[in-house]
């Protein structure tokens, strides 16, 4: 089964417009193109319990949580954070009301009022890590022989021994974003300040 990579993504939430580079997982080799998504799809329009950047927003984030849209590291750290984060949001959303957000979509232009809540939250949440501020830190990480990660590639860690050769963070949400790809390794990995 194909999905979408995103090599970049911006969004323009005045005019309800998003912008993105993107390729099809089934082609190669992996030829991008520009598209434009804009103004809210059919089954949303109609529905009145909803704002308008909520009737535009949760689509995308339902196809960036089923996997449809694959973000690449190429789009900015701003917009992979504020999903990201989102998705761990939508996660406890999911096991507290035991649900599968994918499955919450307008039938014959309607929403029940648990089913609108639940889409005002998961907006509500990704727009507030869209716009959170990105703090800045001097912190680095370490594995936990006590040696630096240098540099992290989609199938390798560079690790090193000298602490000033480790890489240093100096925003906090490139630092999450690494974290999140150091969860695929069979190592544990610590956060330490400067």
């Known amino acids: ?24 997982s089934n ?44 973000l690449r590291s190429s789009v900015s ?12 949001e939508i996660y406890e959303l999911e096991n507290k009301h035991n649900i599968d957000i994918w499955n919450i979509r307008p039938v014959e232009n309607k929403l029940t009022k648990f089913e609108s809540k639940i889409i005002k939250e998961v907006v509500e949440y990704f727009l507030y890590y869209y716009h959170s501020e990105n703090k800045i830190i001097r912190k680095k990480i370490v594995d936990e022989k006590g040696c630096f990660v240098k540099k992290i590639n989609r199938r390798s860690i560079e ?10 963070y100096e925003n906090e949400k490139d630092l999450y974003l690494d974290m999140r790809k150091l969860q695929n390794y069979n190592k544990s ?5 400067l």
Not at 189 to 193: D, H, K, M, S, Y
């Open 189 to 193: 990995f610590n956060i330490v300040n």
């Open 1 to 24: 089964m194909g999905y979408e990579i995103l090599r970049s993504l911006s969004f323009n939430l005045d005019k309800l417009e998003a912008n993105l580079s993107v390729a099809s």
């Open 77 to 88: 750290s701003k917009i992979r954070y504020a999903f990201y984060k989102t998705l761990e």
């Open 27 to 70: 082609v190669t080799p992996k030829i991008f193109y520009k598209e434009k998504l804009s103004g809210i799809l059919p089954d949303y329009k109609r529905l009145e319990d909803l704002e308008d950047v909520e009737k535009f927003l949760y689509p995308i984030i339902i196809e960036v949580r089923t996997g449809v849209f694959k």
């Open 159 to 168: 690790i090193v021994f000298r602490k000033n050769e480790g890489k240093l």
